[in-house]
């Protein structure tokens, strides 16, 4: 008999000739915007923790004040013996934020996606999804057992002519994106997208992961900074980015939320958040409220790159983006990671990212509100060592 598993070896060894082999690397102490990676101080351009809330102080008395308030755990789902009042009073939070009518808090940002869309369509259904969409949504659309068509990315008039051509053909249609897309760092065109819902009777689901906390007036994400505030969507989004914690929530109409309580299996089979997460969560939202100026120094900093980068390394390909991702295409995996171990050799954390995850290898730099001028600086030096 053959062994049954030796198939995952070979795999393996496909994977390594690809150079798309991953491993983690460890990073101790507090995140920020320096970090200790595997032993090394460096300056830590990978990071989703946009405005450096992970190691706030108030984050971490917050957490530890629940803790013992509540304990470690949650020790059940909501429905049954998980429910706290600390996880309402964070979903009530997330509303205003929001400005709609509830919200409710999922374990992750992944699990949020996951019981949504299941939740929604089913196989009588229709999904159209941008090609570009994180693995949540892609993987909720295929839990689903809805029809899915993925349209090229961005791209209106497509999703204009997939709807004229299937529409008429399912009972529901929802609509699913991301807003800011998180390995390329362009928006979604929502306001044109919530036009072609309406047209078309379809359900429109956004997901403001990368967007919760950093645009905005206010920091409500997309929505907000295309004006769409108050208009008929599903919101999806996480804690765990610039919030600094960890979970995912959606908001929306009360009636969507309490259907989403009922039927969401990702909310309803699942140990509640922690404690300690959810009220790190919700002292992060009361900062992001109380302190704009973190927002403001975060797209300064932004524009101070993108101003460098054009000054100084104006052959080099940069995907065009609208937030605080900025992605350096390369030719080959080979050259990202080079390239990537150049930086980090220099006491640079800016990591390569290949196929499969993107089509096209390249260096994903995330910018923190807590960077400096130095930091930004020390960037530019040795990616114009990289380009010379």
């Known amino acids: 008999m053959s062994d049954p598993y030796a198939w995952i070896e070979q795999s393996l060894a496909t994977i390594h000739r690809a150079d798309w082999y991953r491993s983690v690397q460890t990073i101790e102490g507090c995140p920020g915007a320096t970090v200790l990676l595997q032993g090394q101080e460096v300056i830590n351009f990978a990071s989703n923790d946009y405005l450096g809330l992970a190691g706030d102080e108030r984050l971490i008395l917050a957490a530890t004040a629940a803790v013992q308030e509540f304990g470690t755990g949650s020790t059940g789902s909501r429905l049954l013996s998980g429910h706290r009042k600390i996880h309402r009073e964070l979903e009530k939070a997330i509303a205003s934020l929001k400005q709609t009518e509830d919200a ?9 996606n996951l019981g949504a869309i299941t939740a929604l369509v089913g196989k009588r259904d229709l999904v159209l999804a941008d090609q570009y969409n994180h693995s949540s949504l892609k993987n909720g659309a295929i839990l ?6 993925e349209y090229p990315h961005c791209d209106i008039e497509a999703v204009k002519s997939e709807l004229q051509r299937l529409r008429p053909d399912y009972r529901r249609c929802l609509i699913a994106t991301d807003s800011v897309f998180s390995m390329d760092g362009d928006l979604c065109p929502l ?3 919530i036009d072609l819902a309406q047209e078309f009777s379809c359900m429109l689901l956004v997901d403001e992961a990368h967007a ?3 645009l905005g ?3 409500a994400g997309c ?3 295309f004006g769409c505030t108050g208009k008929q969507l599903v919101q999806i989004g996480t804690l765990s980015k610039a ?3 960890l979970g995912g929530y959606v908001a929306g109409s009360a009636t969507l939320i309490d259907y989403l309580r009922n039927r969401a299996p990702s909310w309803i089979y699942t140990t509640a958040l922690s404690p300690a997460d959810t009220a790190a969560a919700l002292a992060a939202i009361n900062i992001i409220q109380q302190e704009p100026q973190r927002r403001t120094q975060l797209w300064k900093n932004v524009d101070y790159l993108k101003k460098l980068i054009h000054q100084y390394l104006p052959n080099l390909k940069l995907l065009p983006s609208e937030s605080p991702i900025l992605c350096l295409q390369f030719a080959s995996a080979t050259d990202a990671l080079q390239a990537g171990n150049q930086l980090k050799s220099a006491g640079i954390f800016a990591p390569a990212i290949r196929p499969p995850t993107v089509p096209t290898s390249r260096i994903r730099i995330s910018l923190m509100a807590t960077h400096e001028q130095t930091h930004i600086n020390k960037l530019i030096e040795q990616l114009s060592l990289i380009f010379h």
Do not use: C, D, W
Request: glycine share 16%; aromatic share 6%; charged share 10%.
């Open 223 to 225: 929505v907000e900074h």
């Open 212 to 214: 919760t906390g950093v």
């Open 243 to 245: 919030l600094g914690s």
């Open 104 to 112: 409710v808090v999922f374990s992750s940002g992944y699990l949020a």
């Open 191 to 193: 306001p044109a997208l």
């Open 144 to 149: 689903s057992g809805a029809k899915i068509v």
């Open 217 to 219: 007036k206010t920091g």
